[in-house]
Nanobody
Framework: QDQLVESGGGLVQTGGSLKLSCAASGRTFSNLAMAWFRQAPGKEREIVARINWSGDITSYADSVKGRFTISRDVAKNILYLQMDDLKPEDTAVYYC???????????????WGQGTQVIVSS
């Protein structure tokens, strides 16, 4: 079964750090772009960061630029999100996703993780 499983979420104080992981299994995701999305209570899901299949091209939402870093280990089929200088507005459920570039842009990706909760206390 093809699936993505996130881990690493939790409760952290403002200014703290967390590193999320997304382990892919069932098939190789090495030929797909991947991304992190998040959804805060009462808000729509939004893209946080994306990375191409080889890991050398990345892009970020303006709200996280300079604080978050997306990376992937293609050989191990794992996606990461290093989150530094966290703020209360970063509180959300974070989801990893895999698909084509267009699918990520339109949020119509075929593969979604189940989500991991991040809470940043003030």
């Amino acid at each position: 079964q093809d699936q993505l499983v996130e881990s690493g979420g939790g409760l952290v104080q403002t200014g703290g750090s967390l590193k999320l992981s997304c382990a892919a299994s069932g098939r190789t995701f090495s030929n797909l772009a991947m991304a992190w999305f998040r959804q805060a209570p009462g808000k729509e899901r939004e893209i946080v960061a994306r990375i191409n299949w080889s890991g050398d091209i990345t892009s970020y939402a303006d709200s996280v630029k300079g604080r978050f870093t997306i990376s992937r280990d293609v050989a191990k089929n794992i996606l990461y999100l290093q989150m530094d200088d966290l703020k209360p507005e970063d509180t959300a459920v974070y989801y990893c996703a895999a698909g084509s570039r267009r699918a990520i842009t339109t949020m119509t990706v075929p593969y979604w993780g189940q989500g991991t909760q991040v809470i940043v206390s003030s």
